[in-house]
């Protein structure tokens, strides 16, 4: 009876452990089909300058609401501007995207200042909160003084009418004529050389193309590239720059809900009524991507990773120097492959670096030193191939005068060593003290530093006498007596 109990006991766990399983398995398929069927909102943040890591970001948000099938993506920006290669390419993530975009200004006090007037202009939906502004669209070098190479126009001095005479004047007057027909105004007016008026025509075609493909205000697009006007979020609103002004999220898919939206493959008409939000916030990834696209962590990267190597190499079996030196070399490589590089830049320092080790190995007095300094400094300023990103200033000066310093040191300290006397070879034998072995006058034997030595004298010399080497000639001493050398 006992046993026909076990089988029956061990059935019921087996039948109790298929219908978990079933039942498990329904609950997944329908928790995943509920998800599908599910309407949501996806809700992504863009704070602070915009750079690789944003455009990362921002992809990776793209490709999940696609995945998720969300009805729209809300951008939640606030940012200064930032690079442009990064901002043209989340403008065309944003243009070929299957699923609508809106670049929402908030929370209040937010701006979308330079390449967020960009993005703005590019988004399907373009919608502020109140309180927020929009503009100052003009490409600017990172850390200012306007437009690349830009300098101010320089002013002429105030001519003598009286002095010059009506001739003078009337000559002045048709040559000022004939240069306002060669020369445009605005370029007279800003100094612009030709690479600076490319670089500003380009700006103002791309975001008036971006104005026309979705029906918004053009003309305010093209003077906040050339003149870098602001717009509240209110103004925006009344000309034609912006679709919406919402107070929050819920708000804005409120007011959207049944617009219509130019995408790629045509109109589309939002249906954002009774979404349900859901966030896809910056993870570990995105946050690290921030720290060492900094262009002045991805330089300092570089050099720790270069010096922690050379130290490995002239010291093998440390470990440490190496470890550290490798794993800050890859994370400088990888920050590069996401920065604008210029490869002749990154190539000049490298052999700086490259000359300066040079010194300290094979001391040259400076030669070596002083070209790996000028190299270092000038690729450290080309390094970044991009007008809106570059190394600091002060950081380069800091790396180059520690390496000089540090130079410096070594070329005193190894003149210092050899100014000193010789504590090894031949030369340190001389002035040494030494005992005579045996009883001669000109050619013996003595003991020096528990060796036997050949000994040459001038004197007489008797056996356990003291002498002082004054030369080496091969394996032969000179000696003198050493009372002679003390008087």
């Known amino acids: ?150 300098d101010p126009p320089e002013e002429e001095p105030p001519g003598d009418d009286e002095a010059n005479g009506e001739e003078a004047g009337n000559g002045a007057e048709e040559e000022a004529a004939d240069a306002g027909d060669e020369q445009p105004a605005d370029t007279r007016r800003r100094g612009e050389t030709a690479m600076e008026r490319k670089v500003l025509e380009d700006a103002v075609y791309y975001i008036r193309g971006l104005a026309e493909r979705h029906g918004r205000n053009a003309d305010w697009a093209e003077e906040a590239v050339r003149e870098a006007v602001n717009l509240t979020s209110r103004e925006a609103l009344e000309q034609g720059v912006i679709d919406v002004v ?38 570990w990834r995105t946050e690290l991507l921030q720290v060492i696209t900094n262009p002045n962590v991805a330089y300092f990267l570089m050099i720790i990773g270069f010096y922690g190597l050379i130290f490995e ?46 010194e300290a190995l094979m001391p040259s007095f400076g030669i070596l030193g002083m070209g790996g300094i000028v190299a270092f400094v000038i690729g450290s300023v080309m390094l970044m191939d991009s007008d809106q990103i570059a190394v600091s200033l002060p950081l380069i000066g800091g790396i180059a005068l520690l390496a000089a310093g540090v130079m410096l040191w070594i070329m005193v300290r190894f003149v210092g060593l050899r100014r000193q006397p010789a504590r090894t070879g031949q030369e340190q034998l001389v002035g040494s003290q030494a005992v005579v072995l045996e009883d001669f006058e000109h050619e013996g034997h003595v003991r020096l530093r528990g060796e036997r030595w050949n000994a040459r004298s001038s004197a007489a010399l008797k056996r356990g006498q003291e002498v002082r080497v004054v030369a080496v000639e091969g394996l032969t001493l000179k000696v003198e007596p050493a009372e002679r050398s003390e008087q």
Not at 249 to 257: E, K, R
Not at 335 to 356: E, H, R, S
């Open 313 to 358: 190499l002239s010291n093998p079996g440390s470990l440490v120097p190496g470890t550290i030196g490798i794993i800050s070399l890859l994370l400088a490589l990888f920050a590069f492959q996401l920065l604008p590089i210029n490869y002749a830049g990154l190539a000049l320092i490298l052999v700086g670096l490259g000359l300066i080790v040079g």
């Open 1 to 150: 009876m006992s046993e026909r109990r076990v089988v029956w006991f061990h059935r019921l766990v087996l039948w109790a452990s298929f219908l978990c399983l079933v039942l498990g398995g329904g609950l997944l398929t329908w928790q995943s089909q509920a998800q599908e069927d599910e309407r949501i909102a996806l809700v992504i943040t863009v704070e602070g300058a915009i750079g690789p890591a944003t455009g990362d970001y921002f992809a990776r948000g793209l490709r999940l609401a696609a995945e998720r099938n969300a009805e729209i993506v809300i951008v939640q920006m606030d940012t200064p501007g930032g690079l442009d290669a990064a901002m043209r390419s989340m403008i065309r993530a944003m243009l070929t995207s299957e699923v609508p975009v809106a670049i929402y200004v908030s929370p209040s006090g937010a701006r979308a200042a330079s390449a967020g007037t960009y993005l703005l202009y590019g988004s399907h939906v373009a919608a502020m909160a109140p309180s927020t502004h929009l503009g100052s669209a003009t490409p600017v070098q990172m850390g200012g003084g306007g437009l690349p190479g830009m």
């Open 246 to 283: 919402a107070r929050d999220i819920d708000d804005l898919l409120a007011q959207i809900d049944g617009l219509d939206v130019v995408m790629e493959r045509g109109e589309r008409t939002l249906d954002t009524a009774d979404l349900v939000i859901e966030r896809f916030d910056p993870d």
